[in-house]
């Protein structure tokens, strides 16, 4: 009998294993994966997307992938996009760095086989210059764990992914150039439509979301007609391409591309494209080489993006948007040797905004140097990030035909682990740029920095859940949370997230009217 146990026990041992490595096979429509298991989490890393976009691609629209033979392992990270590092705050697990990027990565659950899981695809941040899918913070576990379809994807990056050039239009059947990065998430969109049914996922349920120049991203493809019908929803944490200095003419974007070549000596695209990408990359570094734009190229983007939105020619879908409390520091309107006092805050707004200073500061008001560091902070983090926010959040309200919900974050991040018996500020801090990412998409846990707190998680498990529900259901509400409200809806309140996460009367609006106001100077 405990022969027969021992056996029994085996067998179900066995049939467990196999059934695991089955539901670690998919098939897509290019070849099949082999993933592998993180707890109880399948993960498929490294899936191609699209060629390479290598030699006579560089600079061309991404084409759809090539099929392989056999059993294709998706057991590590592909290569990160070409790109130097600029923020210390940026930890990469990629396989190295190579034009040839275009991958993404899929977190699943375990038993998601045959299932129509929702989905969302994020796009990571890094001001469309840096950044990579494989960086722990947006890793897609505990999203898996609530029953969603997790996705990270690689995108063309600077002068990879956004150089223009009167010699790319003309060789383009659309009379365009520029824009190869927000075309490579298209692309991965693309991708998703026809492939996400193997790993369990449900194409009309994707959702698409991301932070800062994710989120820039997320609101270029709602403008987008290459990626309408691609998505059900749409989440954006800090940043939109809606104001007017987002973007560029391609005249200017042309005519920026015709001044990098020459600065690296190449006389013709043919000679542009057999430069290494090392080369390339190096020149980045120099001035003439730093400044490669999103533009309003004719066919990725018709009109400007603000205009698609003022016209409802955005993709009509549920929109969650917001930004942090405390985005930039004064010290980025007040330079940090010039002493906070009043008449130096007044001569600051007169260099940014000369005849327009005074209505400027009629809604930034101050009348002591506390006041000013707060005021001036305010007004930096509009102008860096908050009132392109703002504006893709009221335009859509307005135009988009479907819920918008905003929120606002505003807890600060705890003290490092190495400065725990440091005293803390005497000030609140507020939520500095990107804060948030760890909270959002719950992963405290994979940054080892800080000395997170209950609080910290309470947040996060809020946070989480919101952004969870809202991919399930394009609705962020749910049992046990504060009661969100749309932003469509009389005297707007948006979500105030914290400690004591409540909903606040949005009191800002006249400040973002009159920055609209002076938007085209």
């Not at 991040?413 to 948030?436: C, F, I, M, Y």
């Not at 009367?505 to 938007?519: A, E």
């Amino acid at each position: 009998m405990k022969m027969l146990s021992c056996v029994l026990l085996i067998c179900v041992s066995f049939m467990a294993s196999a059934q695991n490595s089955n539901d670690l096979i998919v098939k897509t429509a290019n070849g099949t994966l082999e993933g592998t298991m993180e707890g109880d989490i399948r993960t498929f890393k490294g899936i191609p997307f699209a060629q390479p976009p290598v030699g006579d691609l560089r600079w061309k629209e991404p084409q759809p992938v090539q099929n392989w033979q056999g059993v294709r392992k998706a057991d590590h990270f592909g290569p990160r996009a070409m790109q130097r590092l600029l923020y210390a705050d940026m930890i990469f697990h990629s396989d190295g760095m190579s034009e040839d990027c275009l991958y993404l990565n899929v977190w699943a659950p375990a038993k998601s086989a045959g299932e129509h899981l929702p989905v969302l695809v994020y796009f990571y941040g890094g001001g469309l210059i840096t950044g990579d899918g494989s960086e722990f913070r947006y890793a897609g576990e505990a999203f898996a764990k609530k029953g969603i379809i997790a996705i990270t994807v690689n995108y063309r990056l600077g002068l990879f992914g956004f150089m223009a050039h009167p010699g790319l239009t003309a060789e383009s059947k659309h009379h365009s150039s520029g824009n190869y990065g927000l075309m490579d998430q298209t692309e991965a969109l693309r991708w998703v439509q026809k492939n996400i049914a193997g790993f369990g996922g449900d194409p009309k349920k994707v959702t698409i979301g991301g932070e800062s120049a994710g989120s820039f991203s997320v609101s270029a493809q709602m403008a987008s007609p290459l990626a309408k019908g691609l998505f059900a929803g749409a989440i954006g944490e800090s940043g939109s391409l809606l104001a007017s200095k987002s973007t560029v003419a391609l005249k200017d974007g042309e005519d920026y591309g015709t001044k990098f070549m020459a600065s690296v000596g190449a006389s013709s695209l043919e000679d542009l494209r057999k430069l290494p990408a090392d080369k390339l990359l190096e020149a980045t570094a120099k001035p003439e080489g730093s400044h490669f734009s999103v533009m309003v190229d004719g066919y990725f983007f018709p009109e400007a993006p603000a205009k698609i939105f003022g016209e409802g020619k955005q993709a009509s879908v549920p929109l969650l948007v917001g930004w942090n409390s405390a985005e930039a520091d004064y010290t980025a309107l007040l330079p940090r040797r010039t002493e906070v006092t009043v008449d130096n805050y007044k001569k600051a707004l007169q260099t940014a905004y000369g005849d327009h200073a005074d209505e400027v500061f009629k809604v930034y008001p101050a009348t002591t140097p506390d006041e000013v560091r707060a005021v001036a902070t305010d007004l930096a983090s509009d102008r860096m990030i908050a009132y392109g926010t703002w504006l893709w959040a009221s335009l859509h309200a307005a135009t988009g035909h479907k819920p918008v919900y905003h929120y606002i974050f505003d807890h600060p991040r705890p003290p490092a682990v190495t400065d725990v018996n440091k005293p803390l500020p005497t000030t609140k801090q507020g939520a500095r740029h990107s804060w948030e990412i760890e909270y959002a998409l719950g992963n405290l846990a994979t940054n080892k920095v800080y000395a997170w707190t209950a609080d910290d998680y309470k947040i996060s498990d809020i946070m989480n859940t919101y952004f969870a529900n809202f991919i399930k259901t394009g609705n962020p509400n749910g049992n046990g949370l504060p009661k969100w409200d749309e932003l469509q809806k009389p005297n707007p309140t948006t979500m105030w997230i914290d400690v004591n996460t409540r909903p606040e009367p949005f009191k800002d609006t006249q400040r973002y009217q009159v920055l609209k106001s002076l938007d085209n100077l």
